[in-house]
């Protein structure tokens, strides 16, 4: 918890948290110069939340919360939320509660995590990705449990409410139906041929073709884990090879 409330505490006023935290010359020398320069218009991956998670439900699981745990959480869920409205409002896409990620170039998206994974063609505002709503799906269920918790029920359903609607666009917009895959699209419709991943409901109708994808050794099974790129791909094992089918 101290870890996370002292990453949460470089945040700027407007909810933006630079992505390289390159402090002193020392540092300095160790990051390509390229990289010193921080965009406050590009997000990265709250990876965070996946940590805050699991204390919530740790927390939930307990017939007793844990003080220091209701303490934190109440100290960080503004900061949280101040995070929250930052990505929604800077890596918005053109359809509604749609979203795509500032400073793509052809070949990289750094901002995503995914730094070569495919996109297709030229960066363009028409274009969504499903990665950066499957974040903000985790990120506005994660605001709403803790502001359960906290008893700041007018919030929680906010939250909740503005989940759904990112789950909505997660199906209108990126849900490939003749591939029976989740994909990055277009405003447009137009779908990348690369094989996504979404949050899926584990009593939604699309998990059964999920799991096939996940358990087809042709595609991103292997007997050391999940590929992150479909062994069908074109740009499978290509280039930089990062995050064109190493296990993460």
């Known amino acids: 918890m101290d870890v996370l409330s002292h990453w949460y505490n470089v945040m700027h006023e407007d909810g933006w948290i630079p992505r390289e935290q390159i402090l002193g010359k020392e540092a300095e020398s160790k990051v390509p110069a390229e990289f010193h320069a921080q965009h ?49 409002k800077t890596q918005a896409g053109k359809a509604p509660n749609s979203f795509r990620w500032r400073g793509r170039k052809v070949n990289h998206t750094l901002s995503s995590g995914l730094d070569d994974y495919p996109r297709d063609g030229k960066p363009s505002n028409n274009e969504l990705h499903v990665d950066g709503l499957c974040w903000l799906i985790l990120f506005s269920r994660t605001l709403s449990d803790i502001a359960r918790l906290l008893n700041n029920n007018n919030d929680a359903d906010v939250l909740s409410q503005q989940q759904r609607a990112f789950e909505k666009t997660l199906d209108t917009f990126h849900w490939n139906e003749k591939k029976q895959l989740y994909a990055d699209s277009s405003i447009d419709l137009k779908y990348s041929p690369h094989v996504g991943l979404g949050i899926i409901p584990k009593n939604s109708n699309k998990l059964d073709e999920y799991l096939n994808v996940i358990n087809d050794s042709d595609q991103l099974w292997s007997e050391w884990g999940i590929l992150s790129l479909s062994r069908n791909d074109s740009y499978f094992g290509t280039g930089e090879n990062y995050w064109k089918g190493p296990i993460w």
Request: no cysteine.
């Open 40 to 88: 406050r218009t590009h997000a990265n991956p709250p990876t965070m939340l996946l940590a805050i998670e699991r204390l919530i439900r740790r927390a939930k699981a307990d017939d007793v919360i844990d003080e220091n745990v209701l303490t934190f959480l109440k100290n960080i869920y503004p900061r949280l939320k101040l995070h929250f409205n930052w990505w929604v």
